[in-house]
């Protein structure tokens, strides 16, 4: 386990954005089956009515491979790449542009705003975004999904990913971060697909009603 760190370590000095483009793909695809999972056993103990459905929830355990394979690219195209760049150049910007001592309570509390309030719903619009090209859905059925998934998901994360971030900006180095990030992202992807599976579930509509929007 030691030498394959070190390995990695190695690669990311020699090719840190090809490093961590290759290393998104991998964690978001193996994310992918995880969600899978957690999808295939939350439809069985919801025990669906519809005797089609039911057939499909009584059989085993398979991976989509499609699935998994757009999932990596997701992470290969998007997170990776603009990853890379983000935490780079946050990093950059808040210490030679805003003027912050690192670690100090206000760089990282700089960080973790700028994260949530910029990167974080941007992640979420073009995940969900991709998502629904990648199975085939039209533009308007695409708008109707980030309608109802896209603000119930930014508020739960909210309260989730904060924490994860201070811990990332205060202790793990910046050309590691992303790869943290990634780690992570692999129990957010079984959340994402449970969100996308919950369709139109009455607690969605809940958390948006706290919202002054129409």
């Known amino acids: 386990m030691l030498k394959l760190w070190r390995w990695y370590q190695n690669c990311l000095a020699v090719h840190p954005v090809k490093t961590q ?19 295939h056993y939350t439809a069985k103990t919801r025990g669906v009515t519809n ?38 150049g946050l990093d950059k910007f808040i210490r030679h542009r805003l003027l912050l001592k690192p670690n100090s309570f206000r760089f990282v509390a700089a960080k973790v705003g700028a994260d949530g309030f910029l990167f974080g719903p941007l992640d979420l619009l073009v995940f969900f975004t991709y998502m629904g090209f990648s199975t085939g859905k039209s533009v308007p059925q695409i708008k109707e999904d980030v309608k109802r998934d896209f603000l119930p998901a930014l508020i739960l994360e909210g309260g989730i990913w904060p924490v994860v971030q201070v811990a990332n900006f205060r202790y793990v180095p910046v050309r590691y971060q992303l790869l943290y990030v990634n780690f992570f992202c692999l129990l957010d992807s079984c959340f994402l ?3 996308e599976q919950q369709q139109d579930a009455p607690w969605k509509e809940w958390v948006k009603s706290f919202l002054p929007l129409k």
């Open 51 to 88: 005797e089609s459905h039911s057939q499909d929830d009584k059989k085993e355990f398979k991976i989509n491979w499609k699935r998994v394979s757009t999932t990596s690219l997701f992470g290969l195209a998007f997170v990776g790449p603009v990853g890379h760049y983000w935490y780079e």
């Open 193 to 195: 697909s449970w969100v």
């Open 21 to 39: 483009v290759i290393s998104s793909g991998f964690i978001w695809g193996a994310g992918d089956v995880a969600a899978q999972y957690v999808t």
